[in-house]
C-alpha cells in the first residue's frame, strides 16, 4: 500500500453474507471486514466501496434475511465508505451449471430489499448504487448513475480530470469506463454463482 500511495486508487471490495455452502473457500467474513476497515483507513473514505452482490433468494436466502444480514454488515461498515453496490444473480450458462437451484430474483424482491438496503444506508451515511440493474430501483432512491463515474474518480484522487468521451460499455452499464481483467477458470473461491468458472477441476488444474 505503501508503493501504492502516489497513485490515484478506488477499491470495491465484495462481502456478501453466504457461508462456505455459497462461497467455499471466501476468507473468514470477520477477517474481510477488518481488512476492509484498514484498507478504508489507508485510502480513505471516499476511494472505497462495499459491494453486496451478488444478491440471491432461495429458501434459506430470504428477502427478510437478507435485509438482517445487510443492516448488520452495513452497521460493521459504519464510517469506512460512502457508499454500497448492489447488483442481483445473473443466470448465466455458467452459474445455471453451478448453481442449478438458483433463480432470478423478482422484481417485486428486488423493489423490497432496495427499499430496505436505501433506509439502512441512510442511517450509516451511505448511498446504494445498483450495478446494471432496473432503472425502476431509482424512484426509490437508488443512485443509478454508474458506480465508477468520472465524479467518483475525481472525488477520490480530490482534483478535476480531463478525460476522453465516455466508450461503448454494455448497454445496462453506466459507468464511465469499465476493463475486466484476469481469466476465465482460475478463481479457486469456486462461489458457485460465479460466471468466470465453469468447473472446478479445470480451475484446480489451471492452479496445478
Not at 456478501?16 to 484498507?39: C, H, M, Q, S, W
Not at 457508499?83 to 444473480?89: N, P
Not at 479457486?188 to 477441476?201: E, F, M, V
Request: glycine share 6%; charged share 25%; net charge neutral.
Amino acid at each position: 500500500m505503501d508503493l501504492l500511495k502516489p497513485y490515484g486508487q478506488y477499491w470495491f471490495v465484495t462481502i456478501t453474507p453466504y457461508g462456505k455452502e455459497i462461497e467455499p473457500n471466501v476468507p473468514d467474513k470477520n477477517a474481510v471486514k477488518d481488512t476492509f476497515r484498514r484498507l478504508s483507513e489507508k485510502v480513505g473514505i471516499n476511494s472505497i466501496c462495499w459491494r453486496y452482490d451478488p444478491i440471491l433468494i432461495d429458501d434459506t436466502w430470504t428477502v427478510d434475511r437478507h435485509i438482517e444480514a445487510f443492516s448488520y454488515m452495513a452497521a460493521k461498515l459504519s464510517g469506512f465508505t460512502s457508499a454500497c453496490v448492489i447488483s442481483f444473480i445473473d443466470l448465466y450458462e455458467k452459474v445455471k451449471h453451478n448453481y442449478p437451484e438458483a433463480r432470478r430474483v423478482t422484481m417485486k424482491d428486488q423493489l423490497t430489499l432496495t427499499a430496505a438496503f436505501i433506509e439502512i444506508c441512510k442511517k450509516h451515511n451511505m448511498v446504494i448504487k445498483p450495478c446494471g440493474e432496473s432503472k425502476s430501483l431509482e424512484t426509490l432512491g437508488a443512485d443509478c448513475s454508474g458506480c465508477m463515474t468520472v465524479r467518483i474518480f475525481e472525488t477520490a484522487i480530490g482534483q478535476n480530470l480531463k478525460v476522453p468521451p465516455n466508450p461503448n460499455n454494455r448497454k445496462e452499464c453506466a459507468c464511465y469506463l469499465t476493463g475486466d481483467i484476469g481469466a476465465y477458470n482460475i478463481c479457486g473461491h469456486l462461489c458457485r454463482y460465479c460466471y468466470a468458472n465453469y468447473d472446478a477441476s479445470i480451475v484446480c488444474k489451471n492452479h496445478a
